[in-house]
Nanobody, 124 residues
């Protein structure tokens, strides 16, 4: 059983940056693909970014490509999401997830373990 705890959310002005962290415990972190999703009120969770178990492959949603960077540190059992040039439409609850499904599948159903979420608010 893998436990995931996100941190780093908060309030930032448009154009600013935040770095989210997701610390994992209870499993072999290096064996899992990791991803970040976000959720708007009343909406389904949407894919943001993912990293292969080794960190060698990454995927991004078109809406964040070039602004967000996912990285995976297997030595620290932590995955990060560096978010730059933030926009008000990035305001959401951000969740990290771990799974062993195919990395190209961006569905939330690909992932088995989820954190509790962290709020990111971008003011205009």
């Amino acid at each position: 059983q893998v436990q995931l705890v996100e941190s780093g959310g908060g309030l930032v002005q448009a154009g600013g940056s935040l770095r989210l962290s997701c610390a994992a415990s209870g499993g072999t972190f290096s064996r899992y693909n990791m991803a970040w999703f976000r959720q708007y009120p009343g909406k389904e969770r949407e894919f943001v970014a993912s990293s292969s178990w080794s960190g060698g492959r990454t995927y991004y949603a078109d809406s964040v490509k070039g602004r967000f960077t996912i990285s995976k540190d297997n030595a620290k059992n932590t995955v990060y999401l560096q978010m730059n040039s933030l926009k008000p439409e990035d305001t959401a609850v951000y969740y990290c997830a771990a799974g062993r499904g195919p990395l190209y599948n961006n569905s939330p159903r690909t992932y088995d373990y989820w954190g509790q979420g962290t709020q990111v608010t971008v003011s205009s």
